[in-house]
């Protein structure tokens, strides 16, 4: 996965450096419980929006105040019983899953067919699937700021999002947001939201 991001963002960023690392975040945060690095970072991070509009500002203000009131043993736990577990977990992180009900179906497979074309491959020494959310994110993070501008460019973007994204990521942040006991991934869930929403508007102006 992605290394650390720098979470101390300000307005001197561009908007798609901002992207970038919000996407990497999520992918950090969606994979794994956080490192004690990682919670370090965002507890210290300032809140004004990490990305370029104020829309993202209160549930971006609104995690970092999760971050700050809950110790790292507890989020690990809260993700452990989310995503965790041994066999089905209680909430589900993979396009598949939302798709077409199932894990490792055809949507998976299209995904793999986009990947090749784009010249991606999942590493071995990642454990989930391609359609995992927090791979999603890495792959957008790519496309944002990649050197390749024949891959990296905004209209691959849209169409990445559009077909492997968007159609599913709203079911996952309400399943987390509902479980009993999610805080930190409601919280997170609700900045996924949210930044979706920006993103499909600014990709919907390219159409």
């Not at 791979?135 to 790519?142: A, D, G, K, N, S």
């Not at 709203?170 to 930044?195: G, N, V």
Request: glycine share 6%; hydrophobic share 45%; proline share 5%.
């Amino acid at each position: 996965m992605t290394s650390t991001p720098h979470l101390m963002l300000s307005s001197a960023l561009d908007e798609e450096t901002a992207r970038s690392e919000l996407y990497g975040l999520l992918a950090l945060l969606y994979y794994a419980p956080p490192t004690p690095e990682l919670m370090t970072q965002l507890r210290a991070a300032a809140t004004e929006a990490p990305a370029a509009g104020a829309f993202l500002e209160e549930p971006w203000r609104a995690l970092v105040g999760v971050a700050r009131a809950m110790n790292e043993q507890d989020i690990q736990s809260e993700y452990n019983a989310l995503f965790g577990g041994i066999g089905k977990p209680e909430v589900y992180l993979y396009g598949s899953h939302f798709l077409s009900g199932f894990l490792n179906e055809k949507p998976l497979a299209r995904l793999r067919t986009e990947l090749a074309q784009l010249g991606l491959a999942r590493d071995e020494h990642m454990s989930e699937t391609e359609d995992h959310f927090a791979y999603l994110c890495e792959v957008m993070r790519y496309l944002i700021a990649g050197d390749d501008v024949a891959v990296a460019n905004l209209t691959r973007q849209r169409d990445f999002f559009s077909a492997h994204i968007q159609p599913w990521v709203l079911m996952m942040c309400d399943d987390i947001q509902k479980h009993p006991k999610a805080q930190f991934y409601a919280a997170l869930a609700e900045l996924t939201r949210a930044f979706m929403g920006v993103e499909a508007q600014g990709f919907d102006m390219l159409a």
